[in-house]
């Protein structure tokens, strides 16, 4: 690469701080060493241009955004003009529904939508990535993935590999990074252990930026999110791969810190700094 990746973190993983304090936690992550930040539905109540203002007074750039497609239904025009103004070069969509995903019914009327989006953010100059669970890694009906096949199915979106989810439904993260060369520009770095097992171990997250749908019922005997090389996921092959692809930014996130957000991305950082980063 021509410029060292940056590390950013996905803000969900201190979401309880950032309603405390807004200003002061996006203060916190930048001298812990984060370089930029990840929005996730929580805006803190500013205006794109203020928000902006505010993230480079501080010093952190706005790598990317997570932004529900359902914002997109409510404002289509008001929502990529709202992340064209924060200046942002990759918004990603989070998840979609499980029974929407290709092969299933729903999937002609949303990859419409997902198709709508990638037009309007490329005007603007940013690139559409699909942010992964484990429930896109499925058969499809014509015997591949349904994750390739929506990869396929948007031209001009692009993965944001989340590597736990990836990990957990069963598939390698680093074939999958490797596979995508190029078009990889942003890896969520998220860690684990534990097993798969048919009760959910995380929580969507809606437009607002809430957690839903089954957080609540994870098995908490099987299943464990830790901070970034501290699980199962094989994070030093990941960065390798990553950068030997052309990744821009890499993305901590932490689902649940268990009481500790701030030390959970503390930890994190000061092992991706191990590894040069």
């Not at 002061?24 to 929580?42: D, P, R």
């Not at 239904?73 to 942002?88: I, N, P, R, W």
């Not at 930014?249 to 930890?267: H, L, P």
Request: aromatic share 12%.
């Amino acid at each position: 690469m021509s410029e060292k990746a940056k590390v950013g973190i996905q803000l969900y993983t201190v979401r309880d701080e950032l309603d405390r304090d807004f200003v002061g936690t996006i203060e916190t992550v930048k001298k812990m060493g984060y370089e930029g930040v990840e929005f996730a539905g929580n805006y803190g109540g500013y205006s794109a241009a203020d928000l902006k203002k505010l993230c480079a007074e501080i010093g952190l750039d706005i790598i990317s955004t997570h932004c529900s497609y359902e914002n997109f239904e409510k404002d289509f025009e008001g929502t990529v003009q709202y992340h064209a103004d924060l200046g942002l070069k990759y918004l990603a969509i989070p998840w979609m529904p499980a029974e929407k995903c290709p092969g299933k019914p729903g999937f002609d009327t949303i990859s419409g939508l997902f198709r709508d989006m990638q037009k309007a953010l490329a005007e603007k100059d940013i690139r559409l990535l699909y942010h992964n669970h484990d429930f896109e890694f499925v058969p499809h009906p014509d015997g591949g993935l349904a994750y390739d096949r929506l990869i396929e199915s948007i031209p001009g979106m692009w993965p944001e590999f989340d590597v736990c989810w990836v990990t957990y439904s069963g598939n390698d993260p680093v074939g999958y990074i490797k596979k995508y060369a190029g078009k990889v520009p942003v890896v969520h770095l998220k860690d684990f252990t534990g097993r798969n097992s048919a009760d959910p171990a995380y929580a969507l997250i809606d437009a607002d930026g809430n957690a839903v749908g089954g957080g609540e019922k994870k098995v908490e005997n099987t299943f464990r999110f830790h901070p970034v090389g501290s699980g199962c996921v094989e994070m030093e092959k990941v960065v390798e791969a990553a950068l030997s692809v052309g990744t821009k930014a890499f993305i901590v996130e932490q689902d649940d810190c268990y009481g500790d957000c701030f030390g959970a991305a503390e930890k994190s950082r000061a092992y991706l700094r191990s590894l040069g980063l």
